[in-house]
């Protein structure tokens, strides 16, 4: 057992309301200093509310219990409290300004001044010092706007090192990563701890990271501590068990048992070209050609860069690049989808990767969002059908089991498994022929995952076609019946689920192996 000395964080009793919801009751959690320490749970269990508690989000007065931080007993008023004592929290909405260089990122807020003004030849100098030590290869004056998600999280954990954290929070950090940015991000964090002793709390959905990283695990479900898990070589995380006390019930499978009924062909891509946005000799896509059948399942898998989620966009409506080319056909019929409007009177769904910029109003209720792509469904000379728009919102909220007290509640009020569900709940009440699911559990607990698992079964075993792009080859293996592989803007092979493993994918994804074009249809 550590000793007090050992001990660099407690969390005492920790209770935390929003008006008569509790989300928090009576919590404990006890750190060892230069742990990794996993925090994991559903979403809406509680863990960001704990998080924002200790670093001062949530202000001393506002809650119930104590901080003992390096054996002081804390009352952070405010963020900056607890930064002056080394607690750094980067939340997975990084805050980060896209149209600021890294160095001026890195010192938002906590500038290097000389005299009255900003040193910026000394902030660049500091900046490419914490960047080197995070591993970051990039100019300090590049726009943020220019460099990827993984090098952002970098300049995240960069910003932390110029104010000498000493426990750094990590909220759901390989959300947007890639498995090969993932890699290096938690390889990062467990050197900063070997070499700097740095401390990190990490929430994360994803139990194959938590498995390699964590030294101690802690679930929390409904606002309640549920269990403790010690890692080490001699005690493997038991995934199975840590499933089941973060859903409540045990899941015998990750992925729902599924035999799909395939029929037609309902959609077909070939020969489909694509030019960047802002440089015109630049492919995005290069002669991509697919196709998918009633009722099957499609899975599109890539490293970052691969082209995936562009090809997708510019196929539905134009809504990416320049120059498009190619052919489309809708049961066996060649079609234009020349803007967004047009994709979805053909019966074409997108759901986006990013939901709360382009898949919600955060500020509409569940009935207005779910309702937001069937207008002229659910109008009549115009005019809404209120009662039936009602009718279609609560049976979405039912069958899709939408943690909601009411389908009046905004989309911004739920949680991301929630609003992912509000997601699809808006283009399954269109009835789509053809459904594009981008990254459709990103940042989603398990348990949700699941139920959307599920949703998409349904949509396959009513005769849709579904198109799903995701970074998790096992996400794609557990629902898919077949996978395209896509790298740097050409798919390189098609090949069944059941004949097929990760290893292969991967081999084709970095372009490495190339089926040819008559391959690539079922």
């Not at 409904?222 to 995380?237: E, M, R, V, Y």
């Not at 690049?321 to 809708?330: I, Q, R, Y």
């Not at 049961?331 to 019966?347: L, Q, R, S």
Request: with cysteine.
């Amino acid at each position: 057992m550590p000793n007090q000395q050992d001990v660099i964080l407690e969390m005492r009793h920790i209770t935390k309301r929003f008006g008569p919801v509790t989300a928090l009751e009576d919590v404990n959690i006890s750190v060892n200093r230069g742990e990794i320490f996993s925090l994991c749970g559903e979403n809406g269990a509680g863990k960001s509310t704990m998080m924002n508690v200790l670093s001062g989000v949530y202000p001393y007065g506002s809650y119930e219990g104590d901080i003992v931080y390096d054996g002081r007993t804390c009352q952070f008023k405010t963020i900056r409290d607890s930064e002056k004592l080394g607690i750094v929290i980067i939340h997975q909405e990084l805050a980060l300004v896209p149209y600021m260089t890294i160095a001026q990122n890195i010192f938002l807020g906590n500038p290097i001044k000389k005299g009255i003004f900003v040193d910026d030849r000394e902030q660049r100098r500091v900046a490419k010092s914490v960047m080197d030590a995070v591993g970051l290869d990039e100019n300090p004056d590049t726009l943020i706007s220019n460099i990827g998600v993984g090098k952002q999280q970098l300049v995240e954990i960069a910003k932390a090192l110029t104010k000498n954290v000493k426990l750094l929070i990590l909220d759901e950090p390989t959300a947007a990563l890639n498995d090969e940015d993932s890699e290096k991000l938690l390889q990062l964090i467990d050197r900063l701890r070997r070499e700097q002793g740095i401390t990190s709390i990490i929430i994360s959905h994803k139990l194959n990271e938590i498995a390699e990283s964590a030294d101690k695990v802690q679930v929390i479900r409904d606002g309640h501590t549920i269990s403790h898990f010690d890692i080490n070589a001699q005690h493997p995380l038991d995934q199975d068990a840590l499933i089941r006390d973060m859903v409540g019930r045990s899941l015998t499978n990750r992925y729902p048992m599924h035999a799909s009924t395939i029929g037609k062909e309902i959609f077909r891509v070939e020969h489909w070209k694509v030019h960047h946005p802002l440089d015109e000799d630049r492919l995005i896509a290069n002669d991509v050609s697919f196709n998918v059948r009633a009722g099957e399942i499609v899975g599109l898998a890539g490293l970052v860069g691969a082209g995936r989620t562009e090809t997708a966009m510019s196929i539905f409506g134009r809504q990416y690049g320049t120059g498009a080319t190619g052919k489309l056909f809708v049961e066996g019929e060649e079609v234009k989808f020349p803007n967004v409007g047009a994709a979805i009177d053909h019966g074409f769904a997108y759901a986006t990767e990013d939901r709360k910029v382009y898949g919600l109003n955060l500020l509409a209720s569940i009935k207005e969002n779910t309702s937001m792509a069937n207008f002229k469904a659910l109008s009549h000379y115009g005019v809404i059908d209120r009662n039936r728009e009602v009718r279609i919102a609560e049976k979405y909220r039912s069958e899709f089991r939408i943690k909601a007290p009411s389908i009046d509640v905004p989309a911004g009020n739920l949680s991301g498994g929630n609003q992912q569900k509000v997601v699809l709940a808006k283009w399954v009440s269109a009835s789509p022929k053809v459904l594009i699911l981008d990254e459709p559990t990103r940042g989603i607990d398990v348990g949700a995952k699941y139920e959307i698992y599920e949703i998409i079964d349904q949509l396959a075993d009513s005769g849709s076609a579904v198109v799903i792009i995701s970074s998790e080859l096992p996400e794609l293996l557990g629902i898919c019946d077949r996978i395209y592989t896509m790298s740097q803007g050409v798919i390189t092979a098609c090949r069944d689920v059941e004949g097929t493993n990760q290893e292969e994918l991967m081999r084709y994804m970095t372009g490495s192996q190339r089926m040819g074009f008559s391959e690539t249809f079922a």
